[in-house]
């Protein structure tokens, strides 16, 4: 049995991740703040397999890589829910 989901299409996007998130910070409020630097085509919170908790970091996957590279740029240090990204 697995707790994941199904692996999305990601060939061809840049992922990045982005640590020191909140418990509370959920896909919706990260595709809508990366999505200023480009297309968006994934997000994704690893969660803990038995308390169904964010692990505290996600991967925020772009069409294409220089958005990527912006939001890179712009978004570390940035504070999200009180919380400094990294």
């Given at each position: 049995?697995?707790?994941?989901?199904?692996?999305?299409?990601?060939?061809?996007?840049?992922?990045?991740?982005?640590?020191?998130?909140?418990?509370?910070t959920s896909p919706d409020t990260l595709r809508r703040v990366f999505e200023k630097y480009g297309r968006v085509g994934d997000v994704y919170i690893p969660r803990d397999r038995?308390?169904?908790?964010?692990?505290?970091?996600?991967?925020?996957?772009?069409?294409?890589?220089?958005?990527?590279?912006?939001?890179?740029?712009?978004?570390?240090?940035?504070?999200?829910?009180?919380?400094?990204?990294?």
């Open positions: 049995m697995s707790y994941g989901r199904p692996p999305p299409d990601v060939e061809g996007m840049t992922s990045l991740k982005v640590d020191n998130l909140t418990y509370r038995y308390t169904k908790e964010s692990r505290g970091f996600a991967f925020v996957r772009f069409h294409d890589k220089r958005d990527a590279e912006d939001a890179m740029d712009a978004m570390d240090g940035a504070v999200l829910d009180g919380r400094e990204l990294r």
